[in-house]
C-alpha cells in the first residue's frame, strides 16, 4: 500500500484524534443530562472545521518541504476533497439520529451518552473497514468497479426513495431484541440496563435508549458502508482515507446538535447527496478510461451540496410564507 504517512505522521494523528476524543466527549456538551445550545453547537462545529483545515494546511506546509509542491498540492487536495465527501455524506446519518431520537421521544438532555457510544463506534468500524478496503483494492482493483457500480445504484435509490420514512415499527432489529430482551416502557435516565424484582429474583431489562443505541451503531456500519468506497474515488492513499474520514466524524456530534431544530428546513439536501453518490459512483467506473481530476471533483461535489442547502432555504422560506398568508385569510 502506497502513502505518504510515516510511522511518525501516524502516531501524531493518533494522538490528535485522542485529543480530539477527550475534548469532544468531556468538554462539549458538559456534564450527564445536558442540552446543548445552538450557540453552543455552532461553535464547537466552527471550530472542529477549522482543526480540520489547520491538519490540511500543516500537512501540505510538511510535503511541500520533504516532497515538493506537487505532492503537497496534489495530497492537501485529495484530504480536502475526502473531508468534504464523508462530511456532506455524514449530515444524512445525522437526519437520521434526529429520526431515531425523535421515534423514541429521547429528550435532547439525553442523547449524549448514546452520541458518544455511536462517535466512538463509528471511528472503530471506519478504521477497520478502509485499511481493509486499501488491502482488497490493491489485491483486487476490479473491486473500484464494483465499489463505482454500488454508489452509482445507492445514489439512485436515494433519490427515487428520498422523501420516504422508515418503519422503524417493524424495524426487524427492534422486533427481535423485543422478542429476546425485556424492554421497559419507559426511559430510566441514561442508562441502558435496569433490574427489577419479580416473583424473588431479579430481571434484566433494557431501556428504550439501549434500542436507540443499537439503532445508531446499525446505521454507522450502513452509512460507512456507502461513504468508505466514495473515497476511495479519490484516493486510495490510507493515511488521506482514514484522517479525511475521522476528521469528518469527529465533529459530528457538535453538527447533530446544529442541526438538531433545523432539519426540516433542509428538504431537498437529500437530492443533492444522493446526485453527490451518483456522481462519485460514475467518476469510479470511468476511473480506467479517464480519470476525473480531484479539483474539478472537489468543485463539483461542493456545488452540489451548496445547491441543494441554498434551494432547500429558499423552499422553506416560500412554504412559510405561504402558511402564514393561509393562516391570515383564515383569521
Known amino acids: 500500500m502506497e502513502t505518504i504517512g510515516t510511522w511518525w505522521m501516524w502516531a501524531s494523528f493518533f494522538a490528535i484524534v485522542l485529543v480530539m476524543l477527550a475534548i469532544d466527549l468531556l468538554v462539549v456538551g458538559g456534564g450527564k ?112 468497479y464494483v465499489f463505482g457500480a454500488f454508489l452509482l445504484v445507492t445514489g439512485v435509490k436515494m433519490w427515487w426513495f428520498a422523501d420516504e420514512k422508515p418503519d422503524l415499527a417493524n424495524n426487524p432489529v427492534i422486533r427481535w431484541i423485543r422478542g429476546h430482551m425485556k ?25 428504550p435508549l439501549f434500542l436507540v443505541l443499537v439503532l445508531v451503531e446499525i446505521t454507522d456500519l450502513i452509512f460507512a458502508v456507502d461513504s468508505i468506497p466514495a473515497i476511495f474515488a479519490i484516493t486510495t492513499d490510507p493515511f488521506i482515507v482514514l484522517t479525511s474520514n475521522i476528521f469528518a466524524i469527529l465533529g459530528l456530534r457538535a453538527m447533530y446538535f446544529l442541526l438538531a431544530d433545523m432539519a426540516d428546513r433542509f428538504s431537498l439536501l437529500k437530492y443533492g447527496l444522493a446526485l453527490v453518490l451518483m456522481f462519485i459512483g460514475a467518476k469510479m467506473l470511468l476511473i480506467d478510461l479517464y480519470k ?37 385569510e383564515t383569521s
Open 33 to 144: 443530562q445536558h442540552r446543548v445550545s445552538l450557540r453552543e453547537a455552532a461553535t464547537w462545529s466552527g471550530i472542529w472545521v477549522g482543526v480540520s483545515l489547520l491538519f490540511a494546511g500543516v500537512l501540505w506546509w510538511y510535503l511541500d518541504g520533504a516532497a515538493g509542491r506537487e505532492v503537497a498540492n496534489a495530497k492537501t487536495l485529495e484530504f480536502v476533497t475526502g473531508y468534504l465527501i464523508e462530511k456532506s455524506l455524514a449530515v444524512d446519518n445525522v437526519f437520521v439520529w434526529l429520526m431515531l431520537f425523535s421515534f423514541f421521544a429521547i429528550p435532547l438532555e439525553l442523547q449524549k451518552r448514546v452520541l458518544v457510544l455511536g462517535v466512538l463506534g463509528a471511528i472503530v468500524m471506519r478504521t477497520v473497514m478502509i485499511f481493509a478496503g486499501v488491502w482488497l483494492i490493491a489485491q483486487f482493483h476490479w473491486l473500484l
Open 183 to 207: 424492554v421497559t416502557d419507559e426511559l430510566h435516565g441514561e442508562r441502558f440496563f435496569v433490574s427489577r424484582n419479580e416473583a424473588g429474583r431479579v430481571v434484566r431489562y433494557v431501556t
Open 292 to 328: 476525473i481530476p480531484v479539483m474539478f471533483s472537489l468543485c463539483v461535489v461542493a456545488t452540489i451540496i451548496a445547491a441543494s442547502i441554498l434551494l432547500s432555504l429558499r423552499k422553506d422560506v416560500r412554504e412559510r410564507a405561504s402558511v402564514a398568508l393561509r393562516a391570515d
